[in-house]
């Protein structure tokens, strides 16, 4: 069965720090997906980042990074230089299933203190 | 920003009363997808489509109905509301397939009494 997992049901950092949220994923399906979405207050969701299985390096948007560790399967999202707009909801998801099957996590709730 | 709308963006109805929700694109993106999202569950996807008049069930399909007879529009039918489907659905497109990046749509609210 495939499953997300986020422990961390709500972080605090300090604006202009890195901040490492957490994600651990389940699957028996050698070819997968790893995505991370951010929800702020206003509700939308919106796409940060995205690492494939096969991927040899870990995946970079910006101040965004995909901490990939494929044997402990864990997909960590790191936020470099946090700031205030960064306060939301983040979700942890997985594509896999021969691609077919999308299973997203709880949610962490990531909250930016001036 | 990608331009998907849903509609209506809040309801409340009646258990037992039937509810649809739409879902409207203008990228042309073939994949659309119907999610719902609770508390203590994150999204899960209730139907997809990969085309026009292809669609498939998700994750939570049960007491779902979806049709597409246009690439731009994706209908997500409740036949018959209950208070568990009380929840946010969103709607969400994708160029090339849940492997890539979706754009989600803003949200309904809906609130089976």
């Known amino acids: 069965a495939q499953k997300i997992t986020q422990t961390q049901p709500g972080m605090f950092v300090q604006e202009k720090e890195a901040v490492t949220l957490d994600c651990t994923y389940d699957?028996?399906?050698?070819?997968?997906?790893l995505f991370w979405y951010k929800q702020p207050s206003s509700g939308e969701m919106i796409f940060l980042i995205y690492?494939?299985?096969?991927?040899?390096q870990n995946a970079t948007e910006g101040r965004y990074s995909l901490n990939f560790q494929k044997a402990r399967k864990s997909a960590n999202l790191v936020i470099s230089a946090s700031q205030l707009g960064d306060s939301a909801m983040y979700f942890c998801?997985?594509?896999?299933?021969?691609?077919?099957?999308?299973?997203f996590g709880i949610g962490t709730k990531l909250q930016v203190i001036p | 920003d990608a331009g998907i709308t849903q509609s209506p963006r809040h309801k409340v109805t009646e258990t037992g009363t039937p509810v649809t929700l739409r879902c409207h694109q203008t990228?042309?993106?073939?994949?659309m997808y119907w999610y719902r999202q609770d508390p203590g569950h994150g999204l899960r996807l209730i139907h997809y489509?990969?085309?026009?008049?292809?669609?498939d069930k998700g994750e939570v399909s049960d007491g779902y109905s979806v049709s597409r007879s246009k690439t731009e529009d994706f209908l997500l039918t409740l036949e018959s509301a209950t208070s568990s489907q009380t929840s946010v659905y969103f709607c969400?497109?994708?160029?090339?397939?849940?492997?890539?990046?979706?754009?989600f749509g803003p949200g309904t609210r809906l609130t089976v009494t």
């Open positions: 969400a497109i994708s160029e090339q397939g849940l492997a890539y990046e979706q754009y």
């Open positions: 699957t028996s399906d050698p070819s997968y997906g």
């Open positions: 690492q494939g299985s096969y991927d040899q």
């Open positions: 998801a997985m594509i896999s299933g021969g691609y077919q099957k999308v299973t």
């Open positions: 990228e042309n993106h073939r994949y």
């Open positions: 489509s990969y085309g026009v008049k292809d669609t």
